[in-house]
């Protein structure tokens, strides 16, 4: 068995054993497959690997985690900023709404700004005049606009067209501000299909973007997109990191992550509180849904195929299929299902669900029926 299925494991187990001791509903953190899941990725992408953190924000399990993340955070807001505040490493902010005052905070971190769109830099320059601004800047670029050329829809807002990017090139030379490189990012899930095509796009505009501002870029944020379970789908590192050569021997290419790190390192606790059926429909009522695990619902996908949860139960009984929902009263609170499960789960039982790590917490509708929020743990 692999490093990564022991830690699983002995984590499930610890949960077993002490699920009585902790306040459901709760999302259990741990800290030791979330510093695995970087390091691996970190090793498989052959880069530096930035954590995203808006894909988790309990504070505990990022100020315990903060040795393994040598290389930095990608936050979206002053918020997330302050979720980071103290921290020696990189911070680099990525979002399309900067204003005057993160601008100006996140300048005395000595921070990378991400530049989305040509009026950021406007923000940028209003800073300047008022105390120093050495940091570094990246430009963002479009992945559909810059891959697909300029008729292509964009699937996304995020970044510039060509056009665009060249404006910002006078602009950044205008209000001399130095540009340390590029920025690209082809969505969440996409690394697959879309990575060679955002290495690509870049390789394509490395000399002449160094040409126009008339020095040569220095780094290259290829954002990343990496799944959840990356370790599953039998991703060909070894050709990708290949194709990074080329582009390496230019600049420091790095890339970002969030659920790939957090996602498989965090679980859901739930505890049964009602049982019922419906025309034979075994319903499992759980102190825990959608109002404090919003994806479990699966709303947001076209075929709804649900999770199937651990019972942490100690009662056989004749194989049965169940559904899980959740205490509102909202029809689409189902969070899991099981098939011909053998346990007889009855109420005070405790339900785990896995891969509930990144994301989970945050897409949920707060105070949704005034029902109990959720605990956090972190082991
Ligand atoms: C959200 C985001 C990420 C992280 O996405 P994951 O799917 O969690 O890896 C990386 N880069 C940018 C620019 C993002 O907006």
Not at 39 to 44: P, S, V
Not at 218 to 233: D, F, H, M, Q, Y
Not at 243 to 252: M, V, W
Request: net charge neutral.
């Amino acid at each position: 068995m692999s490093t990564v299925d022991n830690v699983k494991n002995s984590v499930i187990e610890l949960l077993r054993a002490t699920r009585n001791e902790l306040v459901t509903p709760a999302y259990i953190y741990s800290v030791e497959q979330v510093g695995l899941n970087y390091k691996d990725l970190k090793e498989a992408l052959g880069t530096p690997l930035v954590v995203s953190i808006k894909s988790n924000h309990c504070p505990e399990l990022l100020s315990r985690a903060a040795y393994h993340f040598e290389d930095g955070y990608e936050v979206a807001s002053l918020g997330e900023l302050r979720l980071r505040s103290g921290t020696k490493q990189k911070v680099y902010i990525n979002t399309p709404a900067y204003s005057k005052k993160m601008v100006e905070v996140a300048s005395r971190y000595n921070a990378t700004f991400i530049v989305d769109h040509l009026a950021q830099l406007d923000v940028i320059a209003e800073v300047k005049q008022e105390r120093d601004f050495n940091n570094d800047v990246l430009l963002r670029l479009n992945f559909d606009a810059v891959v697909k050329g300029a008729a292509a829809y964009p699937d996304d807002h995020f970044g510039m067209d060509l056009p665009a990017l060249r404006a910002a090139i006078a602009k950044v030379i205008d209000i001399g501000i130095k540009v340390s490189g590029l920025h690209i990012f082809a969505g969440s899930n996409n690394f697959l299909k879309k990575s060679q095509a955002c290495v690509a796009a870049v390789e394509g505009l490395y000399d002449l973007v160094s040409e126009m501002l008339g020095y040569p870029l220095a780094v290259i944020n290829l954002g990343g997109g990496i799944p959840a379970n990356w370790r599953e789908k039998n991703i060909d590192f070894k050709s990708y990191r290949d194709a990074l050569s080329g582009l390496q021997q230019k600049a420091t290419v790095i890339h970002e992550s969030g659920r790939a790190i957090f996602g498989t390192a965090g679980y859901f606790l739930t505890e049964v509180v009602s049982t019922k059926s419906i025309n034979e429909k075994n319903i499992i009522v759980c102190d825990g849904g959608m109002a404090q695990n919003f994806l479990l619902a699966k709303t947001e996908h076209v075929i709804r195929k649900y999770d199937t949860p651990f019972v942490f139960s100690d009662k056989a009984g004749e194989a049965k299929n169940y559904i899980f929902v959740g205490s509102s009263c909202n029809r689409d609170d189902v969070i899991g299902e099981a098939k011909s499960c053998k346990n007889n789960i009855d109420i005070g039982d405790k339900v785990l669900f896995e891969n509930c790590g990144a994301y989970n917490s945050m897409y949920t509708v707060s105070k949704f029926l005034a029902l109990k929020e959720y605990k956090e743990y972190v082991i």
